[in-house]
């Protein structure tokens, strides 16, 4: 198992080059020049020629990514093209809010999600299974910004319960963390609730016909025992395989989430930095996200175990 | 600074009767009990990504640069330059040099004192950014500090903007920062923002996308006259101001309307009824003068060479079109406006403005075939991402399309459109035909601050047109230091400008701000101020 662990974080090492080079060179092909957007409308092209001198971005290309890369092997992100800072302190910046809510949603999801999916697995064909596979598909099928400004005109302009936008650090307020978090997450998580109940509903489908079930069945074992201990620890491996994966989703729609709800997390830094061509930027937080998703297939991977003694790394 | 509003009237009183309040209190010794932070939250049109108002135009740079530094002059709303930092200034009698002299009192935000060193670095570096400083510096021959108050510009010849480029009020302003800090290269950013101006920017609280926190600088010393645009006594009446970027308008005005902010820059028109149904909720056009959409041709290549193509896109367009198609509530926008250089402004004339007036289809399609227009495309450059460059893209599409010119809309975002329209190539290389933006009306008030208007051929702005003629008025304008004279120098280059057609200035538009009925003093001016302003 640590042999497996240490291949497999060894085989990141490749992966992350990959990305690396990938992303820098999709930036730095693209026909944006960031020197012309920061000259603004008064400069002469000498001047634009000088700034680009500044950024480092009249070298020529390997040099810019031999440049890059040696600083990124020392964590050294760079700095912002615009503001300046480091990137390292710009990502630091929006870390919490973004991992919170990827946290609360998955949170609020799975607490929901798969016991909705076992019991319409469990009720199948009746109105309880149509109700739960009815929200599925309208949590699938709404974008989620417009749940968003739906959570938005109830939550908060009509009950009052929570504030429109912003995020409050879990370290400063408990409370105004949960009041913040809480639209967001919600709105956030429809669509992955969405797929891990109808996932749910689908394996516990399959399982529930198996042989070992009807024996449970018939040697007297109550319903919720036999549901939850023998069904859905069998149906867990391809359910907790959706729930890693599903993180991409959430990924994509962390970006509208935030923008929706103001929350300074990485998805809006994304999308800001990519909207000005901020190269650094735009490359540290690719690098990040990258890293976030092996290591989270790797939980995954890691998580089979635990459902399903059979397998062994 | 002649006009007095209500709370302007208001506001010295109140300061004094504070004042003596807290002197009272403490000469009998009285602890004054802990008073809560008044705090002033803004919603800004856009996030502050840049801090160095010399190294970048953005307006949200300028506007965060007023809170953090000061300036010598400044202009008040008759437009007139009035001393700000400068006590007072002499001008000699050839009109050659201008002594200043600095007010006392000033301060920069670390406890320096501020001297006529730090205003000389400063406006040299300004001077090598901003267009209108690059002019003035081409005819100064020597700036100097003479002591710790008092600095001389001397010019090499007669020169009628000195006061007006000190005292710019819009992008790139000659902000007064420490020597070290304006010593500078002008094409890197300054690394420390320290100004003398009524808030201090808290570094430690910056967070680009979301976040900039200014506090009050208690040391500075406004003037004692009332605020009028840039100039007068910027007294700031909050502890704290904070800018929370919300890129997305719904979600912003929804936060105005639950009292999260107090103040809105600059909401989406369409969601105004909306706003508006908050009784507790004032929407008003604080920005007096405007803006002005601009549709810009590119000179280099064909059909936009030729003058006469370009009088065809303007008889085959009106103004009304665009402004409905940006701003759509006639409230918001004239219905015509023929000034080049603002209407409102000191300089406002309609002359020779016929063709612009009426949308007339047949001349512009006999103007086309005069020009022996041949079916080249037309390449607009169409940055998706920005509503009021989007829609001027659209309409302009749709009327070149209606007098038969073969129209190839470039859908790209505004980032993409920045780099694109510096090239230089042909549109079928990569270049462009027509783009479309807009610039502040205080941008655009007269003939040296409006580079759109400029024609020096490969130094010009984008588009790069050449006409010496419009030249040598701009010139000559610059020289003359009569205001009767400057308009009929004005008068005569506008004629010139709808011959030529730099561009089409595709209306005059004023954008609403939204603010709570708590804050008070909010001042009109081209630019948002946050001094006199208070959270009550």
């Known amino acids: ?313 | 600074m002649t006009k007095h509003t209500g709370f302007k009237c208001l506001s010295a009183p109140m300061r004094h009767l504070a004042l003596a309040g807290t002197v009272a209190a403490a000469g009998l010794g009285i602890a004054a009990p802990a008073l809560a932070q008044s705090v002033l939250k803004v919603v800004p049109h856009a996030d502050l990504r840049n801090i160095d108002p010399i190294w970048t135009t953005a307006y949200i740079t300028r506007n965060h640069g007023y809170l953090v530094w000061d300036t010598l002059f400044a202009m008040d709303e008759n437009l007139e330059v009035q001393p700000q930092m400068a006590e007072g200034y002499e001008v000699s009698e050839d009109g050659l040099t201008y002594t200043i002299t600095l007010r006392d009192g000033l301060m920069f935000h670390d406890g320096a004192p501020v001297k006529a060193e730090d205003a000389v670095a400063s406006i040299k570096r300004w001077g090598q950014r901003d267009g209108m400083g690059q002019k003035l510096m081409r005819v100064t021959e020597s700036i100097e500090a003479v002591d710790d108050k008092t600095l001389t510009l001397t010019l090499s010849e007669p020169y009628g903007l000195v006061l007006q480029s000190l005292g710019k009020i819009s992008s790139n302003v000659p902000f007064i920062m420490p020597k070290r800090l304006a010593d500078t290269d002008p094409n890197a950013q300054i690394e420390e923002i320290i100004g003398s101006g009524p808030f201090k920017f808290v570094a430690d609280e910056w967070q680009p996308g979301n976040q900039v926190i200014y506090e009050k600088f208690a040391e500075y010393v406004p003037r004692d006259e009332p605020a009028s645009y840039a100039a007068g006594g910027k007294v700031a009446n909050v502890d704290r101001i904070e800018w929370r970027y919300i890129p997305d308008a719904a979600t912003a005005s929804q936060a105005l309307m639950a009292g999260e902010v107090d103040y809105y820059e600059q909401p989406a028109v369409d969601l105004l009824p909306m706003i508006q149904s908050d009784p507790g909720i004032k929407v008003e056009t604080v920005d007096p003068l405007g803006t002005q959409g601009v549709i810009r041709f590119n000179f280099k290549y064909p059909p936009f060479d030729n003058k006469l193509v370009r009088q065809a896109a303007m008889w085959s367009v009106q103004q009304a079109d665009y402004m409905y198609a940006i701003m759509g509530d006639p409230q918001y926008f004239e219905e015509f406006c023929g000034a080049y250089f603002m209407c409102g402004g000191p300089y406002e004339t309609d002359v020779g403005s016929e063709l612009l007036r009426e949308k007339d289809i047949d001349k512009a399609k006999a103007l086309l075939v005069e020009a022996g227009y041949d079916g080249t495309p037309v390449v607009i450059l169409d940055p998706t991402d920005v509503p009021v460059a989007h829609g001027q893209a659209l309409v302009t599409a749709q009327a070149l399309r209606d007098i038969g010119m073969n129209v190839e809309l470039s859908a790209l975002d505004w980032a993409t459109m920045t780099s694109r329209r510096a090239v230089r190539e042909s549109p079928e290389n990569g270049g462009w035909n027509i783009f479309p933006t807009w610039w502040l009306a205080a941008d655009q008030l007269n003939p040296i601050t409006n580079i759109s208007v400029a024609a020096s051929g490969e130094n010009a702005w984008f588009g790069w047109p050449e006409n010496q003629k419009i030249e040598d008025l701009r010139n000559a304008f610059a020289k003359e230091t009569d205001l009767e004279k400057q308009k009929a120098i004005v008068e005569e280059l506008q004629i010139e400008l709808y011959d030529f057609v730099p561009y089409i200035p595709t209306g005059q538009y004023y954008q609403p701000t939204a603010y709570r009925d708590n804050v008070k003093g909010v001042l009109t001016a081209p630019v948002p101020f946050f001094w006199n302003i208070s959270v009550e």
């Not at chain 1, 497999?8 to 960031?34: C, E, K």
């Not at chain 1, 809010?97 to 909705?116: D, N």
């Not at chain 1, 639209?183 to 956030?188: E, G, H, I, S, V």
């Open chain 1, 1 to 313: 198992m640590i042999a497996y662990i240490i291949r497999r974080l060894l085989a990141t090492i490749p992966i992350m080059a990959l990305v690396a080079v990938f992303v820098f060179m999709l930036l730095h092909l693209s026909p944006t020049d960031p020197a012309l957007i920061i000259a603004g409308d008064f400069a002469t092209p000498e001047q634009v020629d000088e700034i680009r001198r500044q950024l480092g971005l009249n070298a020529p290309l390997y040099q810019q990514f031999l440049h890059w890369a040696g600083n990124l092997m020392q964590g050294d992100l760079g700095k912002s093209i615009y503001s300046g800072l480091p990137v390292t302190t710009l990502i630091g910046q929006r870390v919490e809010p973004t991992l919170m809510l990827t946290l609360c949603t998955m949170l609020i999801a799975i607490v929901l999600a798969i016991p909705l999916g076992v019991i319409a697995a469990w009720k199948v064909g009746t109105w309880i299974d149509r109700t739960v596979m009815t929200l599925a598909v309208f949590g699938f099928s709404v974008p989620v910004f417009v749940i968003g400004y739906l959570l938005i005109l109830g939550g908060s302009r009509k009950l009052g319960w929570f504030p429109v936008q912003g995020y409050t650090s879990i370290l400063d307020d408990f409370g105004g963390f949960v009041s913040h978090i809480t639209l967001p997450a919600l709105a956030l998580g429809a669509v992955y609730m969405a797929l891990i109940a109808r996932m749910t509903r689908a394996t516990m489908l399959e399982v529930l016909n198996e042989d070992y079930v009807r024996t449970a069945y018939a040697k007297g074992l109550a319903t919720r025992k036999v549901l939850v201990k023998h069904a859905l620890k069998n149906a867990m491996v391809p359910i907790s395989t959706t729930i890693g994966l599903g993180v991409a989703l959430l990924i994509g729609g962390v970006v509208v989430t935030e923008t929706v709800f103001a929350i300074p997390g990485l998805g809006r830094l994304t999308v800001d930095a990519v909207l000005r061509t901020d190269y650094p930027v735009i490359q540290g937080v690719i690098l990040v996200f990258s890293l976030t998703y092996v290591l989270l297939n790797l939980l995954v991977d890691l998580s089979y175990v635990l459902f399903d003694p059979r397998i062994r790394y």
